[in-house]
């Protein structure tokens, strides 16, 4: 039996997930999870990453996890853009900062005039909270902290360094920055020089299934593995599917439609601008739209429990018999991605536009989740154009939602194949048990994700009260498109 532990970080919370394999087999062990990991400084209206707690909580497990069970190897992964600044000493130079810092309305502009040809080195358009635009924002506001900073590591590699004290980059977090040459696979030097920042704060970029370094544990010194650090990738590294090209949605925080190519995408068609082009971590690339999702439930679920008791699961309750309300928004508008303000942001819009009352719990998640499907069918449907396609892998913890998933399916009209919830630790752990030769290759693996844990479908209905209602709401986004509110 090989078993070992995988540590997948979201921007809301994260597990360490004890996997096993034995005799065809995938078994999840034990998971572990913990939250609350981002400061909020009210005086400089930022909001940073508590390291401290994060690597408190991956010891305190990987302490646990290798009491309980025979461990060969820990893999990390999380999501895109953020890093943390290291001096000579191997001391963090200020707290990381968060991405939603960038979201912030003061924050919007910072990146958004780079030169086109960054979007076409690196397959990622302008926006506030990539890499790039954070060490911009970073040379405005903190010029001391960047000047002794000697290393920028993205998260999860900051994560191996104060584990292990290696400093090294994986390719598919890498390339999340703005900074990556997606063609020659290396960091593009003269962009980053561009910005007014050395090169020398970059480390060497690494492959996943890669040794990182060791972590010393009392009676043993048990190895990292590098995976496809970036959650996006690692998730899509399990999906059940050897297809040269397939089509998913990653419905957490953030949601990410998509397309995983061959590389020659990038050889054979203009980079769209609309889009972002990523390191699958195994040789394909990904292309991705990428917009807020779950954040918006969240936030609405912080807001309604203010005045009253509201569960997810009473939600969904409550979604099965919905009808469409009158309402539209676009969920990547500046306008609704302050946090904390979302629902009285939305409220307003609503009233301004005589739309539906969302006053009340039901009406207020049916607005978000409709408006929600209807932006993944919109984005589906331009991202696939006339490309031949029969499924929809979809994963997240939007996937639990019946109600979404089956609204999707219908406005696609496509089959949603609805994956292992965890997929991103699941990605996880079948790159680390690559790594340590308990499976041989891409076909085994898929065998034993299919057998496993096989997706469930939900087919598309032909005709349902939600279909005028999408075309209401292109007609109101073609018309309001341009509109700030």
């Known amino acids: 039996m090989s078993t070992i532990l995988a540590f997948d970080l979201g921007a809301t919370s994260a597990r360490g997930i004890v996997f096993s394999l034995m005799n065809g087999q995938i078994k999840e062990e034990k998971v572990y999870r913990f939250t609350d990991y981002q400061v909020i400084d009210s005086d400089k209206d930022e909001i940073h990453w508590n390291i401290e707690k994060i690597m408190t909580n991956i010891k305190e497990i990987i302490t646990l996890a290798t009491t309980e069970y025979a461990i060969e190897s820990i893999g990390i992964d999380t999501w895109g853009c953020d890093f943390g600044l290291i001096d000579k000493k191997g001391q963090l130079v200020l707290p990381p900062l968060c991405y939603q810092t960038m979201l912030k309305e003061p924050n919007l502009h910072y990146g958004g005039d780079l030169p086109t040809h960054f979007h076409e080195r690196t397959g990622i358009p302008n926006a506030s909270i990539n890499t790039s635009s954070q060490l911009l924002y970073l040379k405005e506001h903190y010029p001391e902290q960047l000047n002794k900073a000697s290393t920028l590591l993205m998260m999860p590699d900051l994560i191996h360094f104060l584990l292990t004290g290696t400093i090294l980059t994986e390719s598919s977090i890498a390339s999340t920055s703005q900074l990556f040459d997606i063609d020659k696979h290396q960091w593009a030097s003269d962009l980053i020089e561009q910005l007014g920042i050395s090169p020398s704060l970059f480390s060497t970029i690494v492959l996943p299934y890669t040794k990182i370094g060791l972590i010393n544990l009392a009676e043993k010194q048990l190895p990292i593995h590098s995976v496809m650090s970036h959650d996006t990738a690692s998730a899509i590294f399990a999906l059940p599917t050897n297809d040269h090209s397939c089509f998913f949605l990653s419905s957490g925080t953030w949601s990410v439609l ?228």
């Open 258 to 485: 998509g397309e995983k190519s061959e590389r020659g995408i990038l050889v054979n068609h203009p980079l769209d601008t609309n889009y972002s082009y990523e390191q699958a971590g195994d040789g394909k690339i990904l292309k991705l739209k990428n917009m807020l999702g779950m954040w918006f439930i969240e936030e609405a679920l912080a807001f309604s429990n203010q005045t009253q008791s509201i569960t997810i699961q009473q939600i969904q309750d409550m979604l099965l018999t919905a009808e469409p309300i009158h309402f539209f928004f676009d969920n990547e508008h500046p306008e609704f991605l302050s946090k904390g303000q979302f629902v009285k942001k939305l409220q307003q819009y609503g009233n301004q536009h005589h739309f539906s009352s969302i006053e009340e719990p039901q009406q207020l998640f049916l607005a978000i989740y409709q408006n929600l499907a209807f932006k993944y069918a919109e984005t589906f449907d331009k991202l696939a154009g006339s490309a031949p396609f029969t499924k929809l892998y979809l994963f997240g913890g939007g996937s639990k939602s019946h109600f979404l998933t089956q609204l999707t399916a219908n406005l696609t009209q496509t089959t949603i194949e609805v994956c292992y919830s965890e997929n991103s630790a699941l990605g996880n752990a079948l790159a680390q048990f690559l790594a340590i030769k308990a499976i041989k290759n891409r076909e085994e693996l898929v065998t034993l994700v299919t057998e496993n844990y096989p997706p469930i479908s939900f087919f598309p209905e032909t005709s349902t009260p939600f279909n005028q209602t999408y075309i209401n709401y292109k007609q109101f986004m073609r018309r309001n498109i341009n509109e700030l509110s």
